[in-house]
């Protein structure tokens, strides 16, 4: 049974040596002499194979078998094909960084201005705290923990299906109190200056309607190495000067946190601040601590605790920003990753802001 097995096979590779041969035979070749060498090769193949000589088949193959592997050209890969196989390695190799290492996301709205703008489009590192796994509770690969003043983009805990992008206040364990505009970590104050006043504005959009000029003011601030800027209601710096002045001021801001008037409860998807409770299945509530109580306005009294495999986070543009102070921390396994520069910027499609495409996201 093997010996017949082989026997085919051997009958199957010179026939098909005995039809290259006669395709080449066909076009011109270089030297006579070897045309009448393949020729006599092909016909002694090609009798044994019809007397079904399979010895003869054996002898003859060796000769034939060389001179079709000199003589006989072989077909070379196409430049389309070649192009397409390479086009294709690309495109599995772009998709699987996305997948793995990096993600494309456009800024939606003006909460981290001056940092990224609406119609900003940023690349993000996916890996350096770690992979997440579909229906894996933590990450895959847990490098290191987020740390702050980084940037990152995370899944907002109470609407499991958007992302968002904030700056990183304070890390778990960590307590975080803003008075009179100023960030206090663990009771020590988030290093600021004044940057512009009354020549600070921005132009804000929501969704597709037409952009608003927008006042501001603008101040830079440093955590741990990184320094950033901020952007700030208008009559920032005015009060700024009345706290120097007077050194107290009689109510607190707007947007200071813990709010000192209402329930002090601390803030979650389940207790938002003007919003519907809803429901966030890895989401710890945190702690509201009283320290000081009846202080004046500006002076810490009222913390609250960052809950532990969370990190607190803000927009940089803190007159304008749903984040931490409304919802809540945000849990380590819901974060996508650190935002790394910006690729693509336009004000709409006929302005693209060039000036901004490769800058890096601090």
């Not at 995370?154 to 960030?183: H, M």
């Not at 209601?233 to 107290?248: E, I, K, M, Q, S």
């Amino acid at each position: 049974m093997h010996s017949a097995r082989l026997d085919r096979r051997v009958r199957r590779e010179a026939q098909a040596l005995v039809r290259e041969a006669r395709t080449a035979l066909r076009g011109p070749l270089a030297s006579r002499r070897r045309t009448a060498e393949l020729d006599a090769a092909a016909q002694a193949a090609e009798r044994a194979l019809h007397a079904r000589d399979d010895q003869a088949v054996r002898r003859a193959l060796p000769t034939l078998d060389a001179l079709v592997d000199e003589l006989v050209p072989r077909p070379t890969r196409s430049a389309t094909r070649e192009l397409v196989q390479s086009v294709g390695s690309a495109i599995i190799i772009a998709l699987a960084l996305r997948t793995l290492v990096v993600a494309a996301f456009k800024i939606p709205s003006a909460s981290m201005y001056p940092t990224v703008e609406v119609n900003d489009h940023i690349f993000v590192n996916k890996l350096i705290y770690g992979l997440g796994v579909p229906a894996m509770t933590g990450k895959l690969g847990d490098w290191r923990k987020p740390q702050r003043g980084e940037v990152i983009v995370f899944l907002q805990p109470c609407l499991s299906d958007v992302d968002y992008i904030k700056r990183v206040i304070a890390t778990e364990g960590q307590s975080v109190e803003v008075r009179c505009n100023v960030v206090y970590v663990d009771d020590q104050p988030v290093a600021h200056q004044l940057i512009a006043g009354d020549t600070c504005s921005y132009d804000n959009r929501n969704d597709d309607g037409p952009w608003i000029p927008t006042a501001c003011s603008e101040y830079a601030e440093s955590v741990d190495g990184h320094t950033y800027h901020t952007f700030h209601d208008p009559d920032r710096p005015r009060r700024d000067a009345a706290l120097v002045r007077d050194g107290a001021l009689s109510q607190s801001d707007l947007n200071d946190f813990p709010r000192l008037n209402g329930l002090r409860e601390p803030p979650s998807c389940k207790n938002q601040h003007g919003a519907e409770s809803v429901s966030s299945p890895n989401q710890l509530p945190g702690e509201i601590v009283e320290t000081k109580p009846g202080a004046s306005a500006c002076e810490l009294q009222l913390h609250y605790v960052v809950p532990p495999g969370h990190v607190f986070v803000m927009g940089d543009n803190r007159a304008n920003s749903r984040d931490s102070r409304v919802w809540g921390s945000v849990p380590i396994e819901n974060i996508r990753g650190k935002a790394m520069f910006i690729w693509l910027s336009y004000r709409d499609w006929s302005a693209i802001r060039w000036p901004r495409i490769g800058s890096l996201i601090h």
